[in-house]
């Protein structure tokens, strides 16, 4: 599945990784399009994801030596290939970090070739299956399921295989016989583990039907009467669900598939199908171009390889909890908050258990964060304080995680972009891969460079989830309260309080004329588009300015002075939060003279 770094000399790996660009551009686009038409195919998205990042984790025994499955048949029969390729380049991207499988400049090769190629087939296979059957029926199903989901296993390997024959053509035969060799070098492996993949994927498949059939009606796979000869076989009802029990058992699977992953990675059969297809390309002469990254040392990766199962089997337990819950809803659940709801920041920080601690206490807990995360040389504090406030604000605060999810998705775009950047042309250190110059811009990645893009995302990251955890569970009016005891000119709090207060009327506008042009059909096609988009822009200026006049006469009608009143909001401090916030404090400053003495 992987071509290990270094073994796809130039042109190639410029080639495959200008077409993966486009691919995964072209699955991100589709993701979004499917997220906004269909949101209740959500926890299938996650299931799909999650199943890829766990079957590619586990490195299976079989004949010969020890290889990995790809887990993308499920995704890519349900939403097929564009939207599959952006959960195998996650994947990939992880692997090619932290385990040294795969590389960066292979990247794009090993994205078409489990992203693309693997998904594309499974597709192809499940649309002729579903055709040319007679009469549809559980086995014809369960049949078209497997054959699917094997062809998306064996076909990543048969592309992998058509790669390296393509930048190592044999010296007798050319092209096709190195192809048969590598070929034959996996096939070997791969076959009985497709077997494996298939049975398994058609068993999850059969189990997802039969709690949320309309999901499967809704994305046009399935009919009604379909739907209704799977069920027909399965359990008439469901029994209620226990949130308390579904975490016991997603705690318990999430250790065994890390714990199995491990065992696998460390005591399983040593080499594995890609480094005999390395040893094969020493063998005959091709040494590689590039060295890995080798940023994590053989010793952890069986470590890094249960992280990575823990991941996919965390988000598995919980894709299927949300399926569970949510079935027979026939979608009249109330909307949850979303980042674009008007009065979302207030409202949560409002209904949040930790409303009434003290404003003090909390705004000591997180500006300490964010001044020693920043100081922090090294990314593990910073990334140790962003875990503390988002299980803080998950568990503690009772936030949403679907909420949490959305208000750190801008952010962390733009911190991501920044990382990049800085990643590629900030230089110094040693050159890890070396991509191409134009004139005196040198686009590489060093191993300064990736230090400090990561020290710089890892900071950022901390940072937002302080500062949200704050806004979360202490309301402005509190933090303004804050601002007068501290003697702040009272004019400086009124202002502030205004411009508190226009940014959700610019936003409130903002949502009420997006909505009226959707409701029109304002974008429907690209053209519809940009031209609703861009009334939008001019319009949203006029109507913000009269709504903000509209503010100010109902301020004086109420006999505004010049002064806005504020609660005196003092807020309960207990021995408890005290001691939390102290021990907290004084754990990380520990922390933080720990990175110092390493360095």
Known sequence: MHIMEGFLPGPWWQFWTVLAAVCVLAGMFALVRLVRNKP??????????????????????????????????????????????VFCTIVLIFQALLLGHGG????????????????????????????????????????????????????????TSLQLALAYPALEGGIPAAFLVYLGIFSITQVPLAVIEGIFIVLVMRFVISIRPEIFISLGLLSKK???????????????VSGKKWMARG???????????????????????????????????????????GLISEEMHGWFFALQAGIGAAVLVFCLYLLKTRAGTGGSAKKPHTIFDEHILDDAAISSPLRHVSAWLKLIFCLSAIVIGVISPLPYLPLFIAGVMI???????????????????????????????????TGGGETLVDFFRI??????????????????????????????????????????????????????IDLSMLIYRYIFVFIGEAIAIHNAQI????????????????????????????????????????????CMALPDEGGNITPLSVTSVVVFIVLILGLLFAEMTLI
């Open 519 to 562: 409701m029109r059909g304002g974008y429907g096609t690209w053209k519809n588009y940009l031209t609703s988009f861009s009334m939008l822009v001019s319009m949203l200026f006029i109507r913000t300015w009269e709504k903000g006049e509209a503010i100010f006469l109902s301020m004086d009608a109420r006999c505004y002075d010049g």
């Open 391 to 425: 299980c803080a604000a998950l568990f503690i605060a009772k936030v949403s995680p679907r909420l949490y999810a959305s208000l750190l998705t801008i952010p962390l775009v733009f911190a991501g972009t920044g990382a990049l950047v800085i990643l590629f042309i």
């Open 251 to 293: 705690f318990v699977i999430v250790l065994l598939t890390a714990a199995l992953a491990f065992s696998f990675a460390v005591f399983g059969p040593q080499p594995g199908s890609d480094d005999l297809i390395a040893e094969t390309l020493i063998d005959l002469g091709n040494l590689p171009v590039f060295d890995p990254l």
């Open 104 to 159: 960066i400049t292979t990247l794009g090769a090993n994205i078409i070739s489990m992203g693309v190629v693997g998904p594309l087939a499974a597709c192809i296979i499940f649309k002729i299956g579903h055709l040319i059957r007679p009469e549809f029926s559980i086995r014809s199903f369960a049949v078209t399921v497997f054959f699917a989901a094997a062809a998306a296993d064996l076909s990543t390997y048969v592309m």
């Open 40 to 85: 209740a195919s959500l926890p299938l998205l996650g299931l799909a994801g999650a199943f890829v990042f766990i079957l590619s984790s586990l490195k299976l025994p079989s004949i010969g030596s020890s290889s990995h499955p790809t887990g993308t048949g499920f995704g890519s029969i349900l939403f097929g290939p564009a939207v599959c390729s």
């Open 226 to 240: 379909e739907t209704e000869k799977l069920i027909s076989v399965s359990e008439p009802g469901h029994s209620p």
């Open 439 to 492: 004139g005196t811009l040198h686009v590489q990645i060093t191993s300064d460079s990736l230090e400090l893009a990561v020290l710089v995302l890892s900071r950022t990251f901390a940072g937002m989830c302080s500062l949200y955890f704050l806004t979360l569970t202490t309301p402005m009016t509190s933090l303004f309260t804050v601002l007068k005891k501290l003697r702040v000119p009272q004019a400086f």
